[in-house]
């Protein structure tokens, strides 16, 4: 993972389908292995040779417009795939747990009015300056460990100012995040411990918000103001207590922004900066131009093509359905299958992206599916496109930002998704924009 390199190795298919037929859990262990060590090139191989690739556990969809299909058709590709699971975390209904009903349309509303486009200009503002004093603080040592020195904090301090959750602490609310999306929600294992743990953290979470929401009542009756930060925004919209929405669809709503977005913003951070330092041509390139974000963000978004942070998004078919009909890839997916939608494939699809391998910035917004896309599609896109880019370009405005050689260099992941450490280098001089 990770290489600047495009060469499709190839051979994969062969090994598969070897190991299939003498021993299929390891050629199940081989497809897993692969995903995560080795996805361009197989997926490169895939689009060209086996575009729906069917396994006996699970179907990989590989070409853009088939990746679209399923994204598009949530009555037949639904969240099943992981709902329960969110919902066991929750102890109640979450819009990424269920498709299509009435809950999923009035909430995703209602949060869409919360997360307003226009704060986007604010919510950039409060990024750097949580940014320039977290990298102020850095070690004048020549390293910074971004993860905890910078991504994550720099979350959790917009989830605490912007969101109105500062949890009990930062590092409360991040093992809660952690333990709720990484061991419960995005462990397809399903460790039963694990699970557990996801759970209790699901419930601390849930718990925790329903105190502040009787404080922020409190102060509102007792007619004094709250800051404006979503939260506040939300409580004051429910005046008078349960006209239009209920206090427990208010904090599942709550609790579903730090869980969308503290592990997932400082994830895609780390990919496009790693991204973007294997590069020494295009970094030299955006350097030049990090004081300005129009022109500096571009870079953040290819850098991120090449490694979406999530790379496959699971679905459970309900029903027959015959994927890319009229095709000559058509094919029927019977009810019951596990579908993986791989975006870090689709948006290499040289059919609808053009010369994918070349690191271009005049990329459409539709080719770009880091944030989902149909009726899932990321509610907080427009704060965590302002935040993952700004935190990239208050880093790189800093001078000598460079790969250490690996081990020490190399991001740690858990699970191979969830960036635990990335040591980087750093000039020791001041910012230079
Ligand atoms: C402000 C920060 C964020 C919030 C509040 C947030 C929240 C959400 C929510 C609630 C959904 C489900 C929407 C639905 O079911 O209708 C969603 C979907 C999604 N989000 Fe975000 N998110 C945030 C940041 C991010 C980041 C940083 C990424 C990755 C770069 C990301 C990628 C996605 C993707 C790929 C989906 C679609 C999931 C699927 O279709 O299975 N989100 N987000």
């Known amino acids: 993972m990770g290489a600047v390199d495009q060469a499709t190795t190839g051979g994969y298919l062969e090994r598969y389908d070897q190991a299939l037929a003498e021993d299929p859990i390891s050629a199940f262990g081989?497809?897993?292995?692969?995903?995560?060590?080795?996805?361009?090139?197989?997926?490169?191989?895939?689009?060209?040779?086996?575009?729906?690739?069917?396994?006996?556990?699970?179907?990989?969809?590989?070409?853009?417009?088939d990746v679209a299909e399923v994204l598009a058709h949530e009555q037949v590709?639904?969240?099943r795939a992981f709902g329960p699971r969110l919902d066991a975390a929750l102890g109640a209904p979450f819009m990424l747990g269920r498709d299509a009903t009435p809950m999923n349309w009035r909430e995703k509303g209602l949060m869409q009015l919360m997360l307003a486009p226009e704060d986007a200009a604010g919510v950039r503002e409060l990024t750097g300056g949580l940014a320039d004093e977290l990298l102020d603080a850095a070690r004048p040592d020549g390293r910074l460990e971004a993860v905890e020195g910078l991504f994550r904090p720099v979350?959790?301090?917009?989830?605490?100012?912007?969101?109105?959750?500062?949890?009990?602490?930062?590092?409360?609310?991040?093992?809660?995040?952690?333990?709720?999306?990484?061991?419960?929600?995005?462990?397809?294992?399903?460790?039963?411990?694990?699970?557990?743990?996801?759970?209790?953290?699901?419930?601390?979470?849930?718990?925790?918000?329903?105190?502040?929401?009787?404080?922020?009542?409190?102060?509102?009756?007792?007619?004094?103001?709250?800051?404006?930060?979503?939260f506040a925004r939300l409580v004051r919209t429910s005046l008078p207590a349960g006209a239009a929405v209920s206090d427990d669809r208010i904090l599942i709503n709550m609790a579903g922004l730090p869980l969308g977005f503290v592990e997932s913003a400082p994830g895609a951070m780390a990919e496009a900066v790693e991204q973007l330092l294997l590069r020494p041509r295009v970094l030299a390139e955006a350097t030049a131009v990090a004081g300005d974000p129009e022109r500096f963000d571009p870079y953040v978004w290819e850098a991120l093509r090449f490694s979406p942070f999530f790379k496959l998004l699971p679905r459970l078919c309900e029903r027959d359905h015959v994927l890319a009909a009229g095709t000559p890839r058509s094919t029927v997916i019977p009810a019951g299958t596990f579908v993986l939608a791989a975006p870090a494939s689709a948006m290499f699809d040289a059919a609808?992206?053009?010369?994918?391998?070349?690191?271009?910035?005049?990329?459409?917004?539709?080719?770009?599916?880091?944030?989902?896309?149909?009726?899932?599609?990321?509610?907080?896109?427009?704060?965590?496109?302002?935040?993952?880019?700004?935190?990239?370009r208050r880093l790189l405005l800093r001078p000598g930002v460079r790969l250490l050689p690996p081990p020490e260099g190399q991001v740690e992941r858990s699970l191979g998704i969830f960036p635990d450490t990335f040591v980087l280098g750093l000039g020791t001089g001041t910012r230079e924009g």
Not at 43 to 48: D, K, P, V
Not at 358 to 376: I, V, Y
């Open 155 to 230: 979350a959790l301090g917009v989830c605490a100012r912007y969101f109105g959750i500062p949890g009990p602490d930062p590092r409360t609310l991040g093992r809660w995040t952690r333990a709720i999306v990484a061991d419960g929600f995005a462990n397809f294992l399903g460790d039963p411990e694990l699970q557990a743990a996801s759970a209790k953290a699901g419930a601390e979470l849930v718990a925790h918000l329903r105190e502040q929401l009787a404080e922020h009542r409190a102060t509102l009756l007792a007619g004094r103001d709250l800051p404006d930060d979503v």
């Open 352 to 392: 609808v992206v053009q010369e994918p391998d070349e690191f271009r910035l005049d990329r459409p917004r539709h080719h770009q599916l880091f944030f989902g896309s149909g009726h899932h599609a990321c509610l907080g896109v427009h704060v965590a496109g302002v935040v993952i880019a700004e935190t990239v």
């Open 77 to 79: 590709f639904s969240v």
């Open 30 to 65: 081989l497809v897993r292995e692969w995903m995560r060590t080795d996805w361009r090139s197989l997926f490169a191989e895939l689009r060209e040779r086996r575009p729906v690739f069917v396994t006996p556990g699970f179907t990989v969809v590989t070409r853009f417009a």
